[in-house]
Structure formats: structure tokens, C-alpha cells
């Protein structure tokens, strides 16, 4: 395991990326409106392209230099406090392509497809049965436990929000199947771990320091959560849970996507790029090389 | 360096940042109504002195003002209490949800005032490159100078680019579907063209020596008095000692 390295091309990335970060990140909350947030994809792509220690500095500074460093109009007083779900982001998405998760594995044949839709289904499962059932439910299949006293709006939102998570699964499982790329349900299934953490850490922060309410999208989904009967930390945790992780797997397919466009020649010469895209199909792996010259010796 | 108009724009960067991170963390640690609302006067009254109170004003209402309404609406609409205020539709409006909203807006108003105050009177590169002087790693201090600089150019790109791809027949206006659909052909060049930027970049730097090692020799230093460090130690010990106080369960 290497924690990855700050060379000049990466030290030139981060300011870039933590650039993106902070105008998509504004643009997102502020014109929108949808619960979601997409302010991670730079820290997401420098730790793939570097290393965990570079991510979790670039997610770091990028929310310490948005409060104290960035002049407005793109300027936000509230965003340092986050500092460590940031970090916690960059490390794993380090982590996450130093696996080789972040490859890409085309015309994968229609056994690992469904091999991988199903470890898909069953992490996504498992993850729903412990991470989220518990929180919505009170020993009871409805999606908010006792809707008696909730406005039918509220009701009515949280299964509108719910089918949208469900839709958003499909259409993971449905990229993986057209795409025929095995990788889509890895990318899948890191993004969704990254979420559950990032929304177990900033839930507190969120609750304590701001009293849950951000003035974006994911404000309609504390209401929505309190209004059911949760107090306020749970609901924002409810929030999160429900939020985070589609958003980070949003981001991690955004990312993905963007690590195949880039050419392989630039990513190969960050830190961990070979590690993160793979070797081009084709070309002899380093070790194949090795292995072989023995072979001839 | 731009002119210095007041007093307080001419204290020493990290003496203004310290003060905004003491009063808006002090916000928190205070609680209720009266510490927040005398840090947001203390605040004002810097401001009016460093000549930026509407200035202020200003910045700090755009930022707080939608997350303030945001703060009023979920909590005094749907937090629990018992005392019940009014009611409106499906929702009891209730004193202590009225109560809460109250506080943590007093609390977001504190913040935004000390951030914004520091913000407002500070050029931010010199903040940085103080920092560098007082032993900050200079490639941090690059990073955070480079982002100054990296999101205008990022706005103006994606400008640029929005303008081509409505050129080529995109319609990204109208409907919500609409603009969703224009949100991929926009972000994808602008992120894949500012990363090729890298290449550029960092040979420009290395040929200028970025990655050698040892210190810079900084050419100028902001002024610094022996006042402000006071000022500074004894605002982080007046920190330390409100958090001592919460924790322990004196007040």
C-alpha cells in the first residue's frame, strides 16, 4: 500500500481541482435545488490520479481555502467545519483506485455482468437491510415507521425520494448491462461506501453546528424526515444516508467516466494513474515482462 | 498589494483571521442568544471602523439570508415541542421550534459577520504568503494562491464553452429536463480541457525550480507588533477557556 506522492504535476492538479470542487459544488446548491451536492469530484480525482495522502490534503485544504482564502462571490462562511468529511473522501477514493477499482473492464462477458449485478444487488442489499432499514423503520417495512402523524406532503415526498433511490440503483445495474464494463458496479459499490461514512461523519457537524439546514436541496429531506416524528439529529442523519450515498456515487461515476476520456498518456504520468486505469489492453503488464524474462533465463 | 484604507484592514492577517475563527467558533461555544448577537455588534462595529459595513451587510445577508429561511422554515415547522404557537395546514408552529430556529440563526449571523469581516479587510494573498513566512509548507501556500486564481478561469471557460455548445445547436434553456440535459456537454469540457492545463503548468513550474528543495526567501513581510500577538494569545486562551467552562458544566 503506498499513500502516494506529491509530485509537481499533482501540486499543479489540486488548485484545479479543488477549483472545480467549489464552482460546481456552488452551482449545484445554488441553482439546482436538488438533494445532492457534486462538490467532491476534484478531491475524488486527485486521490485516484495521486494517492490517499494527496486526496485527503486536497479535500482538506479545498474546504479551508472556500471559508478563508477564496474571495466572494464564490465564497462560502460555512464550509470548513466539513473539513474532515472531505478528507475522509480523498483518502478513499485513494484507497479506492489503488485497488484498481477505478479501471475500466469492457466487453466483460455476460457472466461477470451478472456475477457483478448480483454483488451489486447483494452489497446494495446487505448496505440497505443494516445501514438503512434500521433508520426508517421501526421493526416495520414502511419507509418513514409511523406516518400517522405526518403530513400526506411529507409522506408522499419520502416515497417519491425513495423511488428515486431505487430508480438510481436501476439505472447503475442498467449502465452496467449496456456498458457491458464490470468496473460501473465496483465504481458503484466504492461510491456508496464513501457516502455512508461521509454521511455518518458530517451528520453531526450538520446537526450540532448548523442546526441540519445547509440552503440546498437536502433542507426539504430534514423536514421531511422531522415532520415524520425524528428528532433533529436523526433526521439529519436520515438525510444524509439517503443523500450521501447517491451522491457519491454519482461522483465516483463522474470521475470514472472522466478518468476513461482523459488520455492515457496524461493519466499515466500521475503518481498512481497506471494504478488506477490500468495497464492498456494489449500491452504486456510489467510483471508479465519479468516473469517471462525469468522464463528465458 | 492594494492600498490600505483603514486600521484594521493595515492588522496582521493572521490577527484578523484568528479573530474571525475566535468569534465564530465562540458563537458555537456560547450558545443562546446574547453571545452571538454581541459578537455580530463587536463584528459590525469592526467593520464600521474598517470603513466595510455595507459591505458587509451586504455579503454577509446573501450568503445567510436563503439558509437563514431555510433554518426558520424546517424548524419551526416541523421541530417537536409542546407549546404550540400557531398552526399552519398540516403544521404545528411551536415555541420551542421558534426557539431553536432563533438560536441557530443568531448563531449563522455571528459566523458569517467574523468570516465575512476578515474576508471583506484582507487581501487573501497576503494571508497566504504570511502564513508561508510563519513556516506554512510553500507548496500549500502555492495551492491555495493557484485556487484564487484557478476558479475565475474556470468560470470563464465554462462560459466560453456554453456559448460554443449552444452555438452547435444545444438548447440548455427552459424546462428542468432541459437543463439537465445541457449539464454533461458543459461540465465535460470544461473538466477535461483545465485538466490538460496541468501539463503546461507544471513544466512552466519546473523549469522555474518549483520542486527544489528549502525555504523561500519571502522579499516582504506584513508588519506585525507585539500588541497583536497578544491580542492573539489571549483570544485562543479566552477560546480554550469557554470551551473548559461548556465542557466541565459550569454555565
Redesign the interface.
Known sequence: MSWGR????T??????A???N???GQTVSAV?KVPIYLDS?GTI?VGALAGPIPGLVTGV?ANL?W??????P?????AAPFFIVAAWIGAWSGIVAQLGLFRSRPNSTWGQVAIAAVVVLLVLGGIGYYGFVPFYTDGTFTFFGDTTNA???FVAMGYIIGIGFIAAILAIIGLLVVRRDVGVGYVAVAGLICGIVSALISAPISAI???????SGT?VL??AF??A?A??SKAVLQQGLLSDPIDKTLEFLIVFV?LQ??SRR?VARFPQGEKAIGVEPGAVEPSGVEASGAEAG | MPATPSRYHRLNPLTK?IIATTASAGA?VIGGYIGPIAIIVVMLALAYSAGELGRLTR??LL??V??AV??V???A????GTTVLFVI???DVTLEGVD??GQ?VA??FA??AS??L??LTTD?RA??FDLERRGAPP??A??????????P???ER?AVIGESQRARGLDAEGNLRA?LRGVMPL??PV??T??????E??LA??TRA??RPGRRHLLWAMPDTGWERLVRWLLVGALVGLVVIRLSGMV
Open positions: 506529491f509530485d509537481t504535476r501540486i499543479v492538479l489540486i488548485p484545479i479543488i477549483a472545480i467549489i464552482v460546481l439546482l469530484v480525482l485544504l481555502v471559508t478563508y482564502v477564496v474571495p466572494p464564490f465564497h462560502s462562511d460555512f403530513s400526506p406532503f453546528v448548523f442546526g441540519g439546514v445547509t440552503g433542507d430534514v423536514a422531522q415532520q416524528g428528532d433533529l472522466i476520456t482523459l496524461f | 483571521a458555537f455579503v454577509s450568503l445567510t436563503p439558509i431555510s433554518v422554515l424546517v424548524n415547522l416541523t421541530h417537536a395546514g398540516p403544521f431553536f430556529a441557530i448563531r449563522l459566523i458569517s468570516i465575512g476578515f474576508i487573501p494571508f497566504v507548496r500549500v502555492f495551492i491555495a494562491v493557484a485556487t484564487i486564481d484557478a476558479i478561469t474556470l468560470v465554462a437543463r461540465i465535460g473538466i477535461l483545465s485538466l490538460t492545463d496541468v501539463e503548468r507544471s513550474l519546473e518549483f520542486s
